[in-house]
């Protein structure tokens, strides 16, 4: 596996008490921040691994019924904090990207596809057939806004027709993946539960550490540390409370064999990138 150069951008974020993302949690309001990651290959050139809040999203989110998602998860998205701006002031261009791998479909994943207008895009086709079946008000009870992805549909690409690799030890308990590049150094991990065709990536960093971005497969790191899940309920509405759970215990299990990974969530303050 060829080591990749990667670092974590935060588009966003936003507030729910932490009870809904952890069993016997707290009350109180937390920050999830919604970390996107930018993944540097010497021939593929700059990847992205989600997009976080944008405009799109504040915009999708003005109407009803819409208007529920940010009410429910009030969200924070400060001048010049979107992907785009961020990335621009580390010298990239949204046409320098050459692909974003989308994890999964909710409007915190994929509210910044806009901004990056002619950048292929990688995702689940179960994903997109799930999304697509639903009506308005159903996409919305699972945390979708299609808005933010009907008019960039002529640039999706499916992770199912990329190569399947069986994944080898310490991760064999993921199953097999999707080889994204076709050279082995970036690799598309089903993390079932979350939300329907749910990939995290997986690749080596040049410490030769392998990293695990695992999206929304956990709130946070703790609960990987602890296997401790969400409330039934929650994992419920959104997806399978029993894949979910299945998922937590084989990256709980991972920790444990293989603490040299770095296991990041999307949405766990552990792992905020300094501003
Ligand atoms: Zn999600």
New binding site residues.
């Given amino acids: 596996m060829r080591p990749l150069e990667w670092r974590l951008f935060e588009a966003g974020y936003c507030t729910h008490p932490e009870r809904m993302t952890r069993r016997g949690g707290r009350w109180c309001n937390c920050q999830f921040p919604a970390l996107t990651a930018l993944i540097r290959h010497p021939q593929y050139g700059p990847i992205l691994f989600d997009t976080g809040y944008s405009e799109a999203f504040m915009e999708a989110t003005a109407p009803l019924p819409e208007r529920l998602y940010r009410m429910v998860t009030p969200v924070r998205l400060e001048t010049g904090r979107t992907l785009r701006e961020q990335l621009r002031r580390q010298g990239l261009e949204p046409a320098d990207i050459g692909l974003i791998v989308l994890s999964?479909l909710?409007g915190?994943?994929i509210a910044g596809v806009r901004d990056f207008p002619d950048v292929p895009l990688l995702c689940s086709s179960e994903a997109w057939d799930d999304m697509r079946r639903r009506g308005r008000i159903g996409a919305l009870r699972k945390?979708l806004l299609p808005a933010l992805i009907d008019s960039a549909k002529d640039r999706l690409q499916w992770l199912e027709q990329r190569p399947e690799v069986r994944l080898a030890p310490p991760f064999a308990a993921f199953g097999m993946a999707r080889d994204v590049l076709g050279d082995g150094s970036l690799l598309a991990v089903p993390l079932p539960g979350?939300?329907a065709g749910q990939h995290g990536l997986l690749f080596r960093e040049p410490s030769e550490r392998p990293v695990f971005l695992v999206?929304?497969a956990v709130w946070s790191s703790q609960a990987i540390r602890d296997g401790v899940p969400p409330p039934g309920w929650v994992t419920g509405l959104?997806g399978d409370t029993g894949e979910y759970r299945r998922t937590l215990a084989r990256l709980h299990a991972l920790s444990l064999d293989a603490p040299e990974v770095r296991i990041v969530p999307s949405h766990c303050v552990e792992w905020r990138p300094d501003v």
């Fill in positions: 999964h909710h915190d994943h945390g979350h939300g999206a929304d959104l």
